[in-house]
């Protein structure tokens, strides 16, 4: 043998299959992952471990195997699968490419099963065994492990492309909500289109379909995916999953109703999204997409739509809680010279918004070992603490962790489901023990006052919606009105039509034959409400538009002649104690309505009390309607019309949280020197 042939022989050869491991704060799963690899009958592999910039011990947990074949790389922060996965691709050496997030496992004959059928079939570009995984419906109160060649059952086998390449659109009670139908666990495949078909980053987007986006990009260039035809391996399944933080199950275990939280606000606080980096947030089907970066850009551009204030004596406020639909308004603070803080709850909705918040100036103080200490050394002059239900229970802890420094309590949503959820007693405390409460109509006030003793103390207490928008958005930008144009009124919807069986708007028919288009605003408010636009569809009526952010809300929306809000009948009969939620809350749309100029149409519930249309009549600018054929009369009165629109538009200032905001801090500083109650 020849010096150059021995020196060859004894030259490592690359392993045939390269097993990519992403994985962030799974330290725990590592032993269950890393084991079954080693467990493989097919042992010509290598693992690309890409640490995730996790805080735990995962690096100490992979130095325990001492195997050449395990190649650990670290990267300095959190970047998200995408870049981890692309990252751990250009590492591998393998001719085939396997995937083993390190919350799930492998069955002994995973990687053979792979291997012998992309040797032995050349036309076979990605190959999937089985897999076991965990799963609930609206049927099965309870999760229940299944066996099935995909995550869409068994049919898929034999018309791979086809399910790839025409999606089928999940069920909102679907447990996978994002149409995926191969998890990574399952998939070997070749590595031909490896150049044209790569990984995003979270620069690009942050979806929970990147694997299906994936595979969707191997069969549109013409790769055949087959099946081993043998279950070979499990998706893992615990709350912390990726795909389960961002778009959320359709059913959950009933030990656990919130499935700890979901959403754009769950996801950058579990991966620890930096203060500032805006997001390109894209949640499967039925998910609400969010371009932070086309909401808040503006906000970084323009800064305030005024010159700050300097505040005369600045203050220092703990913000704790979250901020619902218009986060933004916190900046206003921030404008105004005050120095603001934030400690956010963790089990969020999918339309909450808590820290790292996605614009820079607010500085978060996390819930850890260290969160009193951090707060003292910072002494706020008071804590600012809301908005909706979801909250309370953090903020009454905070309340008894730091009970000497003043609380300002601002409470949106809802009484009955602060009863619903067993935090009335939480509620009750908070009401009582807070320097001043917000409340953000005079009805919430009243039905606290007439359902507690003692809570509600009227020298400590301001009337102020909670989820007011900034002033950024209330440009001059005005659009004609299409009832200009063609001599027909025109309404409009930005959000939810319809919400556990009720709907908010009339019904689409009887619009129509009284002449009135309604344009809806979007995609998946239209989902949500698939039931009532379709009594719709192919109507010249109804207008279907995808969502608008709020640098456009007065350019796109004030062409219209009128908005809807809630629209319902009350049967309190004037007795707040006989108030149901729609009676007292006053939704989130309103603020975008404002800022647009828009009237709201209003059902006309005279001799019940009703907070939207209190509003509305206070400003004078409801469109106040008995049945629909008044409705029709209204709208179709421009000179009405007209004036109201003069109304709604000159109103604007009242319905801006910066315009408020001295009303809001003057109110603070008061009952902060009133001292405690």
């Known amino acids: 043998m020849s010096r150059e042939d021995a020196a060859a022989r004894a030259a490592p050869r690359p392993a045939k299959v390269s097993v990519l491991m992403p994985t962030y704060r ?3 799963f590592l032993p269950r992952a890393v084991g079954s690899l080693l467990d493989q009958t097919f042992q010509d592999w290598e693992l690309i471990v890409v640490d995730d910039g996790s805080p735990d011990d995962t690096a100490d947990v992979v130095a325990q195997w001492d195997d050449p074949r395990i190649k650990y790389h670290r990267l300095d922060r959190n970047e998200g699968l995408g870049f981890a996965l692309g990252f751990a691709l250009r590492a591998a050496v393998g001719a085939y490419v396997a995937y083993l997030p390190s919350d799930d496992h492998y069955d002994p004959h995973h990687l053979a099963n792979a291997v012998a059928m992309l040797d032995g079939e050349p036309d076979c570009y990605a190959c999937y065994g089985g897999l076991r995984w965990w799963t609930t419906n609206a049927s099965k109160p309870f999760r229940v492990r299944v066996t099935s060649a995909s995550l869409r059952g068994d049919d898929v086998v034999g018309a791979e492309e086809q399910a790839l390449l025409d999606l089928t659109e ?18 070997v495949h070749r590595r031909d289109h490896e150049a044209a078909v790569t990984w995003p980053t979270r620069s690009e987007i942050v979806s929970d379909g990147l694997e299906r986006d994936y595979w969707r990009e191997f069969a549109r260039r013409g790769a055949r995916f087959r099946y081993t035809g043998e279950v070979s391996c499990e998706w893992g399944d615990h709350p912390d999953q990726r795909h389960k933080i961002i778009g959320g199950r359709g059913a959950v275990h009933p030990t656990d109703p919130t499935g700890r939280g979901f959403g754009l ?31 808040y850009g503006p906000l970084h551009a323009t800064g305030s739509r005024r010159p700050a204030v300097a505040a005369d004596e600045p203050l220092r406020i703990l913000v704790v809680g979250e901020l619902g639909f218009n986060p933004e308004r916190i900046l206003a603070l921030v404008e105004a010279g005050h120095s603001v803080r934030g400690s956010w709850i963790t089990r969020t909705q999918a339309w909450q918004t808590v820290g790292p918040l996605p614009f820079p100036g607010v500085e978060d103080i996390p819930f850890d070992g260290d969160w009193t200490r951090r707060v003292r050394e910072y002494a706020p002059h008071f804590i600012y603490a809301l908005l909706n239900w979801q909250a309370l229970s953090t903020i009454g802890r905070v309340l008894d962790e730091v009970p ?15 009863a619903e959820m067993g935090l009335w007693p939480v509620m009750v405390k908070v009401l009582r023990h807070s320097a001043g409460v917000v409340f953000i109509n005079q009805e919430c006030r009243e039905f606290f006052e007439r359902s507690t003793k003692g809570c509600v103390d009227a020298d400590r207490v301001l009337i102020l919606d909670g989820d007011l928008p900034k002033a950024n958005w209330m440009t001059d930008d005005w659009s004609p ?87 319902h009948e009350s049967s309190n009969e004037g007795d707040l104690r006989r108030a149901h939620w729609d009676d007292l809350n006053l939704p989130a749309r309103l603020g975008t309505y404002a800022v647009a100029g828009l009237p709201w149409i209003v059902r006309n519930n005279s001799g019940h009390r009703v907070a939207v249309q209190s509003l509305a009549e206070r400003h004078g600018l409801g469109v106040v309607f008995d049945d629909i054929d008044d409705l029709a009369e209204r709208l179709w009165d421009t000179t009405g019309m007209d004036g109201l629109t003069e109304r709604a538009r000159a109103a604007r200032p009242q319905f801006s949280f910066d315009d408020q905001l001295p009303v809001l801090i003057n109110f603070c500083r008061r009952v902060v020197e009133m001292g405690p109650r």
């Open 265 to 295: 606000a769950r996801y950058r606080q579990f991966y620890g999204i930096e203060s500032g980096l805006a997001l390109n947030w894209r949640a499967g089907f039925w998910g609400l997409p969010h371009d932070q970066r086309k909401r």
């Open 404 to 418: 000497d420094i003043p609380m300002v309590f601002h409470f949106k949503e809802g009484p009955h489901l602060v």
């Open 26 to 28: 799974q330290a725990h």
């Open 170 to 187: 999940p069920l909102l009670s679907d447990d996978v909500r994002n149409g995926n139908v191969f998890a990574l666990v399952q998939v």
């Open 481 to 567: 009105k299409l009832s200009a144009l063609d001599g027909e009124p025109h309404t409009v919807c930005v959000g939810r039509i319809r919400v556990e069986g009720r709907n908010f708007l009339e019904p689409m028919p009887v619009l129509e034959k009284a002449g009135v288009h309604v344009h809806v605003y979007g995609e998946t408010y239209q989902k949500w409400s698939r039931d009532w636009i379709e009594t719709g569809r192919g109507s010249r009526f109804l207008h279907l538009h995808p969502n608008v952010e709020p640098v456009d809300w007065v350019r796109e929306l004030s062409k219209y002649d009128a908005a809807w809000p809630h629209v």
